[in-house]
């Protein structure tokens, strides 16, 4: 696996007052119980019944027993999945992390492959109309952490892996189990941030970390998409006269 680097964070929303309540450092993070119980949509993709998932288990990898008696395991519907409520109740906060490296490609033949694996998937357009960039990551880190620590919120945070339901049998840790979701969502390149309050309550939660608007701004999908320009350093700042490249938003 390559080293990860993000260029930048997009959160989408469905109305214009949530994009707004962002940008002024407002993250509502609702339960992983909300998205479970939230009706799938093949539209929008925000629905999973599997979030959280502590177990997968394939049916001919287990053996079932009642009361002594062996079972035919291999006639299960499915695999066997288990979740913990203590995940239930954990909140999270979701954006698109436009990245290279990680679990995705670091090296490209055409610096239009590298356009490309910067933009935001056509599928990713169905979770809403206004999409709002991140551009300092590591100051939006900045300001979480400290927000975090103020409000005394335990809080973990990184990209979300992807699973092959039909394939994957096992266990994930403590610690993975909010991060983990099936491949059909893989287009979301999803980074996913979880606050444990330590208690039971399946509530939404509210950290204020302050106004972004000096480090973000609104646009939809389709006009970032088109801005997203690869260009060269000018020769002059480059080392030994060599040609770099780096990302930039037109």
């Not at 395991?73 to 290279?100: E, R, T, W």
């Not at 939660?205 to 302050?210: F, K, P, S, T, V």
């Amino acid at each position: 696996m390559s080293n990860l680097r993000i260029y930048f964070f997009v959160k989408t929303f469905e109305k214009q007052e949530y994009a707004d309540q962002f940008l002024d450092g407002l993250l509502y993070m609702n339960t992983l119980d909300y998205f479970v119980r939230l009706e799938e949509d093949e539209n929008s993709g925000r629905g999973d019944r599997y979030e959280g998932v502590d177990s997968w288990l394939q049916p001919n990898e287990i053996q079932l027993q009642i009361n002594g008696v062996v079972l035919n395991s291999a006639d299960l519907a499915g695999p066997v999945s288990i979740q913990k409520h203590q995940h239930m109740v954990k909140n999270v906060f979701c954006m698109h992390a436009s990245y290279i490296g990680g679990n995705s490609p670091s090296e490209f033949e055409l610096i239009e492959e590298f356009e490309e694996a910067l933009k935001i998937p056509e599928e990713n357009i169905s979770l809403g109309k206004m999409s709002v960039v991140i551009t300092n990551v590591e100051e939006f880190f900045n300001r979480m952490k400290a927000a975090a620590k103020k409000q005394n919120v335990a809080l973990r945070s990184r990209l979300v892996n992807y699973y092959n339901p039909g394939v994957f049998h096992g266990h994930f840790s403590e610690e993975e189990a909010p991060f983990n979701k099936q491949n059909k969502f893989f287009h979301q390149r999803e980074y996913r941030i979880v606050v444990n309050r330590k208690n039971s309550e399946l509530s939404a939660y509210e950290l204020n970390i302050g106004s972004l608007r000096d480090i973000a701004f609104e646009v939809s999908i389709e006009a970032l998409n088109s801005s997203i320009k690869i260009s060269p350093l000018p020769r002059s700042i480059t080392r030994s006269n060599e040609t770099q490249s780096h990302p930039s938003l037109a």
